[in-house]
């Protein structure tokens, strides 16, 4: 977003395409529509008959509490739970493998559950019901908004079982035959990141039409629920060639 707003991913021969949802930027790759895209490798483990065609390139960052589970009451009233529970979350992306992740910790598999498939644009907008028993699966910026209508985090990817590694990803034969352009890209984005670091506030003012009205506040503490990955160690390339994702070809 930052590189969108300074010129500089547009003089890179990139073009930012913006979805509301983890699996329409799934559905983009998969139908061939966008050359590259960022996103977790649970989107990748999710289509994987899909992307055959597709290798992540380079490393982001490491969740570390950055996707949350929401609900409007604890933990200890979910357990005890005898009517079902609604669950909010994307299908088909991290949001349920962190939904997975939860329910085994908690050991919440005898509860019903009725799932709700919608983005997060729209899972933002929910408000709290005191006669419903409420689970969101949600990030920032959308968790700040769900935290503002009294739907509280109750555990998140930092305490719970699952590795989440943001990655980006491209279509194997454009990297093949251009890898100094996406050399080019990483080297931009830890640029920008560089710029986070050194002018906060500047770099939130550039993207701030982009954070769906989330504070600076908000935005400076939602990045402690990151861990910035420059390159990843031999222990998570392991893991995640044991999901089945080809780590060879990351710059």
Known sequence: MYLNETGELKKLGFKLVMVSSLG????????????????????????????????PLFSVDRSYGADKIHSN?????????????????????????LFKAFVLKYRLQSKKFIYHHDPQTVIQTLQ?????????VSYE??????????IKEVASSRN??????????????????????????KAAFWRAKAELDRHPRAFYNRIRKYLEGQSYDAFLKSLSGIQWLIELDESMKKRLNKQGIDTSHLL
Do not use: C, W
């Not at 709290?128 to 969101?136: E, T």
């Open 141 to 150: 910026p959308y968790s700040s908004t769900l935290r503002r209508h009294g």
């Open 73 to 97: 009451v604890d933990i200890e009233r979910l357990k005890k739970a005898e009517r079902p529970i609604d669950v909010y979350l994307e299908l088909g992306s991290v949001n349920d493998d």
């Open 160 to 185: 719970l079982d699952i590795l989440i590694l943001d990655l980006t990803y491209a279509n194997l034969d454009l990297p093949k035959n251009r890898p100094e352009r996406y050399r080019a890209l």
């Open 24 to 55: 329409e930027n799934a559905n983009l790759i998969t139908n061939h529509l966008v050359d590259a895209f960022a996103a977790t490798q649970y989107e990748f483990i999710n289509y994987r008959d899909e992307m055959q065609h597709v290798v």
């Open 128 to 136: 709290n019901h005191p006669d419903k028993l409420i689970v969101v």
